[in-house]
């Protein structure tokens, strides 16, 4: 846990903190007219309902009981539907139910009090052609269903639950001892080592057993590991005309909310929930998704809270469809892998992102941008602005091309990789045209790294008005037109403020940093044109200064 130490910094980011979540619930569907959004954002289409109301009591749902309410919500919803649309409401009350199907022109709204708990019986989710994690699969059917449908909704201020517990596998490094010990006695099946907690023998036995997995899957042959076939709480695939306002979403079994391939998104004032030890467990993955926008929620999940993605690999190659035209704003995150993360199923491409006041508090690793050779794509036309970040236990900021790939081997002091190049192809992906600007961050483990590949390094960043105070500052590994200005590092330890390698065309104006033993570390054969402007600070060389020998011309101190 990383300590804090300015009481004074601490009260001034958590009042910001507040004062940006509290901006005021916007109905309109242009975004703020405040915000200056650097690429041309269509109107975002937000769907209209008829008034006409349908309660699902009067279907046969029964509040507080153990009873299924599964055919009087879906009934209701397929009545509304067919009759032109309107609202379903669901009162308060606790409601126990099976997967419910969303209808075109269906608003499916909840009441202040309304609880509605999936069943913890697996019978209920029939296995279906789905998706997961980028590609087509067998999996079970989502609690919450919308496919090829047009002006829908969930909203009011109920919660809806999926009961993750009966679903999802623990990893035992996840638990203390005695959380561990309890749930190992609750029943469920171990791993061949111990490490792994499955909740059944049927869990088990399709993670475990993979080699018994049919070749080509069927719903029929995958029936015996259905229980090991996870689904996304709420999977909205290919719709158009999309509104989730006010409700909380919470103990997802996989992925929490998962829009596949719709248009016209507008998500506003949601709280989106998982354990922090919840396998699989993101809060919102936005997958080639256009024009959309996510406004004023909260996410505390057990893995990457606001994530972009677009497919994986050929399948999302195959697929081109890119997600784009996003602006994301006022948003808070506690527990996540990652705050705002792109990737790692970014094939199909990702541009034109706009996000703004966004809050991490806690939160594992802030800003995270992740692929690996094989996947191909292009992420690109990314903006980022008034980011804060708060007691980050690894990188305020990171991009990693070696996501799942083979380990690095680093230097401890400089963070130096040496990787090496191989052929440009459709598998390789790539990260360009990304621009940082006031970012904040009251203690992190790192500020910032970049782990590029040769062949594609992460290239033409800006960040700018950069305030962060970690235990490690800068390293760029195969990164390409970078630039820094007015970057203000707090170093908790002693080490190297700035270190580059292999990296290109990189410039920094505008360095204040305090608590560093050196101010500078340049390496690796291929690193050219590195330009360090001190703004008067006297900078000497192998103290303040350290460079490899062989490329002590490609580097420029201006005083």
């Known amino acids: 846990m990383i300590k804090?130490?300015?009481?004074?910094?601490?009260?001034?980011?958590?009042?910001?903190?507040?004062?940006?979540?509290?901006?005021k619930k916007g109905s309109s569907n242009k975004p703020d007219a405040s915000l200056k959004i650097p690429f041309k954002m269509p109107e975002v289409q937000i769907p209209k309902f008829k008034s006409d109301t349908l309660n699902i009591v009067d279907f046969g749902a029964v509040p507080n009981t153990e009873q299924l309410c599964t055919n009087a919500i879906n009934s209701a919803i397929e009545k509304c539907s067919k009759s032109g649309g309107g609202v379903v409401v669901i009162p308060a009350g606790l409601w126990t139910t099976g997967p419910?199907?969303?209808?075109?022109?269906?608003?499916?709204?909840?009441?202040?009090?309304?609880?509605?708990?999936?069943?913890?019986?697996?019978?209920?989710?029939?296995?279906?052609?789905?998706?997961?994690?980028?590609?087509?699969?067998?999996?079970?059917?989502?609690?919450?269903?919308?496919?090829?449908?047009?002006?829908?909704?969930?909203?009011g201020?109920?919660?809806?639950?999926?009961?993750?517990?009966?679903?999802?596998?623990v990893k035992i490094g996840k638990m203390t001892a005695g959380q561990w010990s309890d749930l190992v006695?609750?029943?469920?099946?171990?791993?061949?080592?111990?490490?792994?907690?499955y909740p059944s023998k049927g869990a088990y036995e399709g993670n475990e057993e993979?080699?018994?997995?049919?070749?080509?899957?069927?719903?029929?042959?995958?029936?015996?590991?259905k229980e090991a076939l996870r689904p996304v709480m709420v999977s909205l695939v290919n719709c158009k005309k999309l509104l989730l306002d006010g409700v909380t979403f919470q103990n997802s079994p996989a992925w929490n909310v998962n829009p596949l391939m719709c248009e016209h998104l507008t998500l506003r004032n949601l709280t989106i929930r998982n354990p922090w030890y919840s396998q699989n467990g993101d809060g919102l993955d936005l997958e080639s998704c256009r024009i959309g926008t996510v406004t004023n929620c909260r996410f505390d999940v057990g893995d990457d809270a606001i994530c972009i993605k677009s497919g994986k690999d050929k399948e999302g190659r195959d697929r081109a469809k890119p997600t784009e035209l996003f602006v994301i704003t006022d948003c808070v995150v506690y527990h996540a892998h990652g705050g705002f993360t792109i990737?790692?199923?970014?094939?199909?491409?990702?541009?034109?992102?706009?996000?703004?006041?966004?809050?991490?508090?806690?939160?594992?690793?802030?800003?995270?941008?992740?692929?690996?050779?094989?996947?191909?794509?292009?992420v690109e036309n990314i903006w980022m602005e008034d980011i804060r970040m708060n007691n980050i236990p690894t990188d305020a900021i990171n991009f990693n091309l070696y996501?799942?790939?083979?380990?690095?081997?680093?230097?401890?002091?400089?963070?130096?990789?040496?990787?090496?190049?191989?052929?440009?192809?459709?598998?390789?992906?790539?990260?360009?045209?990304?621009y940082f600007k006031n970012i904040s961050v009251n203690g992190a483990a790192q500020a910032l790294k970049i782990m590029g590949i040769p062949e594609m390094p992460v290239a033409n960043i800006e960040f700018e008005n950069m305030i962060i105070r970690s235990d490690v500052g800068v390293q760029l590994n195969y990164a390409s037109k970078i630039a820094f200005k007015n970057l203000d590092l707090r170093l908790d330890k002693p080490?190297?403020?700035?270190?580059?390698?292999?990296?290109?065309?990189?410039?920094?104006?505008?360095?204040?940093?305090?608590?560093?033993?050196?101010?500078?570390?340049?390496?690796?054969?291929e690193t050219k044109d590195i330009s360090l402007k001190t703004n008067g600070k006297k900078i000497i060389l192998n103290k303040d200064l350290k460079v490899l020998e062989s490329i002590k011309d490609e580097v420029k101190v201006v005083n």
């Open 403 to 434: 996501y799942f790939g083979k380990s690095l081997s680093e230097d401890k002091e400089t963070g130096e990789v040496t990787v090496a190049k191989e052929p440009i192809t459709e598998e390789t992906p790539a990260f360009k045209n990304m």
């Open 100 to 155: 419910i199907k969303l209808k075109s022109n269906v608003n499916l709204h909840t009441q202040n009090g309304a609880f509605v708990s999936f069943s913890s019986d697996l019978k209920q989710y029939k296995l279906i052609e789905s998706y997961f994690e980028g590609n087509k699969v067998i999996r079970c059917e989502s609690p919450i269903m919308g496919i090829d449908l047009e002006n829908i909704a969930i909203t």
């Open 185 to 197: 006695n609750s029943g469920g099946v171990l791993s061949k080592d111990g490490k792994i907690w």
């Open 495 to 525: 080490g190297i403020a700035v270190s580059f390698s292999n990296s290109k065309n990189v410039s920094l104006d505008g360095l204040k940093s305090t608590g560093e033993n050196q101010m500078f570390w340049v390496g690796g054969l």
């Open 343 to 378: 990737g790692s199923e970014m094939s199909g491409g990702v541009k034109n992102i706009y996000a703004k006041n966004l809050t991490f508090n806690g939160t594992d690793c802030g800003l995270r941008f992740k692929s690996v050779r094989g996947r191909g794509g292009v």
């Open 157 to 169: 201020q109920g919660i809806f639950d999926g009961n993750g517990a009966v679903w999802r596998p």
């Open 4 to 23: 804090i130490k300015n009481t004074l910094l601490i009260t001034a980011f958590l009042l910001t903190t507040l004062v940006g979540f509290s901006q």
């Open 210 to 225: 993979r080699n018994k997995l049919p070749k080509k899957e069927t719903v029929e042959n995958m029936e015996p590991y």
